[in-house]
């Protein structure tokens, strides 16, 4: 049942981020930026989701986040926000270009001190990362879900968060002809929700984000 569903959607949402916290001015500058400047603007998490990511991370309080795709870095500097004293953010991306715009970003930050940047295919990089994580957060090609839960997922301590984004992939989860994205997407979903290990809830914020829970 829903309780707005008459209700203007567009209209919803501008009220929702009109009631929201203020991004920094460096987030904005990003934002901006990235719409000036990128086709592909719709990569970037945004205003409304960073702001999410970020109280996620300020309730959490993590020591070690691990964020899988970068790309011009807004995502991880939300996450570099509710850092616990002496924490820090691993963000690991394979493109030298838009990490090299989000490393100018980090550095204009408060939090920048806070940030590290690796760039590599994270399939590789994965394996050689030790752990334990407070909150992983992916958002990197898609086909690859399923393959980045699992080398993660013994990394994370109990009572540890997975954050993945796009999981909606603009409800075309539901479409009985799914493309390959949504079709490795809803097997990532279908994965998720039969681990016994971990509970979970599927956000239709945005793109649709999935919060997994390690038991």
């Not at 992983?136 to 993945?164: C, E, H």
């Not at 603009?170 to 479409?175: M, N």
């Amino acid at each position: 049942m829903s309780f707005i569903a008459d209700k203007d959607y567009s209209a919803l949402v501008a009220y929702s981020e009109q009631m929201t916290s203020d991004e920094s001015s460096v987030l904005k500058e990003l934002r901006e930026h990235c719409e000036e400047h990128y086709e592909d603007k719709s990569m970037l998490s945004g205003f409304y989701q960073g702001r999410l990511l970020a109280m996620i991370s300020r309730m959490v309080r993590p020591t070690y986040v691990l964020e899988i795709g970068t790309y011009l870095g807004y995502s991880t500097i939300c996450l570099a926000e509710g850092l616990a004293p002496g924490g820090m953010v691993y963000s690991i991306d394979n493109n030298s270009e838009t990490n090299a715009v989000a490393q100018s970003f980090i550095d204009k930050a408060v939090v920048g001190d806070k940030i590290t940047l690796r760039q590599g295919n994270a399939i590789f990089v994965l394996p050689h990362l030790a752990g334990p994580f407070d909150i992983v957060f992916i958002d990197a090609d898609k086909p690859n879900y399923s393959n980045y839960y699992n080398l993660i997922i013994d990394k994370v301590g109990p009572g540890g968060f997975i954050i993945a984004d796009n999981v909606l992939w603009s409800g075309r989860v539901l479409d009985e002809e799914k493309d390959e994205n949504a079709r490795r997407l809803h097997e990532f979903n279908e994965m998720v929700q039969a681990d016994e290990r971990v509970s979970n809830i599927l956000l239709p914020v945005r793109d649709g984000l999935i919060v997994v829970c390690k038991q």
